[in-house]
């Protein structure tokens, strides 16, 4: 059993800067990917970035890409989303997720939809305003 705790997030100005961590305990974190995926108010849960278990492969989602970069340290069990010029439309509560990834990787398709992840975070909101 893997949990998941979130942390960094909060309030910003558009423009601004966070940095969101996940620590993971339980299980082999070196052989989970993990993704950010986000919720905003009114809408459904939608994917923001992913990273294979050895960090070597990572997707973004064209709403970020560019300005979000995910990124992990497999010694201390931790992902973490780097995210600049941030604007109002990120405001959201930003989840972490871990899914089991076979040692010779996963396909995008498996590792950018939320159903193929089993573990997930509490969520940590961050909010941007204009």
């Known amino acids: 059993q893997v949990q998941l705790v979130e942390s960094g997030g909060g309030l910003v100005q558009a423009g601004g800067s966070l940095k969101l961590s996940c620590e993971a305990s339980?299980?082999?974190?070196?052989?989970?990917?993990m993704g950010w995926f986000r919720q905003a108010p009114g809408k459904e849960r939608e994917f923001v970035a992913t990273i294979s278990r050895s960090g070597g492969v990572t997707y973004y989602a064209d709403s970020v890409k560019g300005r979000f970069t995910i990124s992990r340290e497999n010694a201390k069990k931790t992902v973490y989303l780097q995210m600049n010029s941030l604007k109002p439309e990120d405001t959201a509560v930003y989840y972490c997720?871990?899914?089991?990834?076979?040692?010779?990787?996963?396909?995008?398709?498996?590792?950018?939809?939320?159903?193929?992840?089993?573990?997930w975070g509490q969520g940590t909101q961050v909010t941007v305003s204009s």
């Open positions: 997720a871990a899914k089991s990834e076979p040692s010779w990787g996963s396909n995008k398709a498996a590792m950018i939809k939320e159903e193929f992840y089993r573990y």
């Open positions: 339980g299980g082999t974190f070196s052989t989970y990917a």
